[in-house]
Nanobody
Framework: QVQLVESGGGLVQPGGSLRLSCAAS????????MGWYRQAPGKQRESVAT???????NYADSVKGRFTISRDNAKNTVYLQMNSLKPRDADVYYC???????????????WGQGTQVAVSS
């Protein structure tokens, strides 16, 4: 099995910054795409940013120019640098990873437990 552990959420004032981290551990052969998603109460989970193993990124229009996704393949970790945060960015943020497992062999998609981001003055 594989575990994704997120960190870095918290409370920040509008215009402030936060950096989220998500470390994957367990029976990992290789991680393909990784990404960050967010979900507000009563709403569907939406994609914020994704990154391929080779570093190709994709962003939601609402965060382009403000958020940056990156990853460290050696550490099986993905990051989300969030700048110029707005109140509408406040949500629970979830990490996602498309994992090629070692044992048992196979490909599975995993989610982290979520980390809360609050933006308020």
């Amino acid at each position: 099995q594989v575990q994704l552990v997120e960190s870095g959420g918290g409370l920040v004032q509008p215009g402030g910054s936060l950096r989220l981290s998500c470390a994957a551990s367990g029976s990992i052969f290789k991680i393909n795409d990784m990404g960050w998603y967010r979900q507000a109460p009563g709403k569907q989970r939406e994609s914020v940013a994704t990154i391929t193993r080779g570093g190709v990124t994709n962003y939601a229009d609402s965060v382009k120019g403000r958020f940056t996704i990156s990853r460290d393949n050696a550490k099986n970790t993905v990051y989300l640098q969030m700048n110029s945060l707005k109140p509408r960015d406040a949500d629970v943020y979830y990490c996602n990873a498309d994992v090629q497992q070692s044992i048992p062999r196979g490909r599975r998609n995993y989610w982290g437990q979520g980390t809360q981001v609050a933006v308020s003055s």
